[in-house]
């Protein structure tokens, strides 16, 4: 198997289209452009040859999925904050994460398809991400944007955001 990832977004201050249309950000920023990378896997008579997903994956999946590949069981006295995406790469549907948390230097937030919410209580549309993030007001009425706010906050909470900040970017 051959997992092959980036570190974080696009290089500044080139221009990186998807198809026709412009991603938002880049590399060093908060924006989709700067946390979104590829994530390309080839298991050849394991992996399903040419299937693009959706789902949401960080970096702390890699140990639960490799340990999981590899028969290890993990830590039971430790919390681990990774999630296994194997079930993906045998081409099954798995349990695709709700959310992901991306950090970079003193500001961060959490993401799940549709909705990110800053360290500083603000609230985006992702629905047409990578291209676009819309603000949404704090004061909305959309009962989808409430809810996407009430269930990332709560993710937030049981995080430690901030860990290990610093002031550069």
Same mark, same amino acid.
Not at 23 to 45: C, D, F, T, Y
Not at 106 to 122: I, N
């Given at each position: 198997?051959?997992?092959?990832?980036?570190?974080?977004?696009?290089?500044?201050?080139?221009?990186?289209?998807?198809?026709?249309?412009?991603?938002?950000?880049?590399?060093?920023?908060?924006?989709?452009?700067?946390?979104?990378?590829?994530?390309?896997?080839?298991?050849?008579?394991?992996?399903?040859?040419?299937?693009?997903?959706?789902?949401?994956?960080?970096?702390?999946?890699?140990?639960?999925?490799?340990? +999981?590949?590899?028969?290890?069981? %993990?830590? @039971?006295?430790? *919390?681990?904050? !990774?999630? $296994?995406?194997? =079930?993906?790469?045998?081409?099954?549907?798995?349990?695709?994460?709700?959310?992901?948390?991306?950090?970079?230097?003193?500001?961060?937030?959490?993401?799940?398809?549709?909705?990110?919410?800053?360290?500083?209580?603000?609230?985006?549309?992702?629905?047409?991400?990578?291209?676009?993030?819309?603000?949404?007001?704090?004061?909305?009425?959309?009962?989808?944007?409430?809810?996407?706010? +009430?269930?990332?906050?709560?993710? %937030?909470? @049981?995080?430690? *955001?901030?860990? !290990?900040? $610093?002031?550069? =970017?």
């Amino acid at each position: 198997m051959i997992v092959f990832s980036g570190d974080n977004g696009t290089a500044a201050p080139f221009p990186t289209p998807i198809g026709m249309r412009m991603i938002s950000g880049h590399k060093g920023q908060m924006r989709e452009g700067g946390s979104r990378v590829p994530l390309i896997a080839n298991w050849p008579g394991v992996a399903p040859e040419g299937k693009v997903l959706k789902d949401l994956v960080d970096f702390s999946d890699m140990y639960a999925t490799f340990a +999981e590949l590899a028969g290890a069981k %993990l830590p @039971t006295e430790l *919390p681990i904050d !990774g999630n $296994s995406y194997a =079930p993906q790469l045998r081409g099954e549907a798995g349990k695709p994460r709700e959310w992901v948390y991306v950090q970079l230097g003193a500001k961060w937030y959490v993401r799940s398809t549709r909705w990110k919410l800053t360290g500083d209580g603000e609230l985006f549309d992702l629905s047409d991400a990578p291209f676009a993030e819309k603000l949404v007001e704090r004061d909305t009425k959309d009962a989808e944007a409430i809810a996407g706010r +009430e269930k990332l906050q709560k993710a %937030l909470d @049981t995080l430690k *955001p901030g860990a !290990g900040k $610093s002031d550069e =970017p």
